[in-house]
T-cell receptor, first 111, second 113 residues
């Protein structure tokens, strides 16, 4: 079944801890994206990657890092520098000629 | 700052009525426009895309684009309770990366029986 898989579905982070969110796709899409959604808000772009081994900052990249070592995978690390990380994180993928489709999301909570 | 604004909600319509959702955008270079539906606690689901001026129909959904007015809308005919969700307008100015989107804040739609 083709699609985008995010894991885990729920994640709890302690203060000062780094955590990594997983995003895997088997759609053979070149581009992948990470968005953040806060309650009652639209989505904001964190990072995106159009090809392997290359990625660009989005609108709110501070406190986050990514890697793109494989076409299928685009993990997001939320570092301790991100002061307000509690949010719903969404991964998406697309080609240069198709719309973006989203994974099921990871809900991160700071405890 | 690229901005996308949606009509403030929530919007409540009776079952069978037409729901009208509106969106304006600030960047005249915007090329592609999308409507996503998001149920509570779930991820966004693409329901319509539109790239040129005019109307685009898909079943009960019609998207309308007016680039001169920087305005895009979504009409839902014969609204059903299952249409109750948050509708997100998204705009792409990149042209080469369709997933690089600026989103509006969303409009909550409630369809009551």
């Amino acid at each position: 079944d083709g699609g985008i898989t995010q894991s885990p579905k729920y994640l709890f982070r302690k203060e000062g801890q780094n955590v990594t969110l997983s995003c895997e796709q088997n759609l053979n899409h070149d581009a992948m994206y990470w968005y953040r959604q806060d309650p009652g808000q639209g989505l904001r772009l964190i990072y995106y990657s159009q090809i392997v081994n290359d990625f660009q900052k989005g609108d709110i990249a501070e406190g986050y890092s990514v890697s793109r070592e494989k076409k299928e995978s685009f993990p997001l690390t939320v570092t301790s520098a991100q002061k307000n990380p509690t949010a719903f994180y969404l991964c998406a993928s697309s080609t240069s000629s198709t719309e973006a489709f989203f994974g099921q999301g990871t809900r991160l909570t700071v405890v | 700052q690229k901005e996308v604004e949606q009509n403030s909600g929530p919007l409540s319509v009776p079952e069978g009525a037409i729901a009208s959702l509106n969106c304006t955008y600030s960047d005249r270079g915007s090329q592609s426009f999308f409507w996503y539906r998001q149920y509570s606690g779930k991820s966004p689901e693409l329901i319509m895309s539109i790239y040129s001026n005019g109307d685009k129909e898909d079943g009960r959904f019609t998207a309308q684009l007016n680039k001169a007015s920087q305005y895009v809308s979504l009409l839902i005919r014969d609204s059903q309770p299952s249409d109750s969700a948050t509708y997100l307008c998204a705009v792409n100015t990149d042209g080469t990366s369709y997933g690089k989107l600026t989103f509006g804040q969303g409009t909550i739609l409630t369809v009551h029986p």
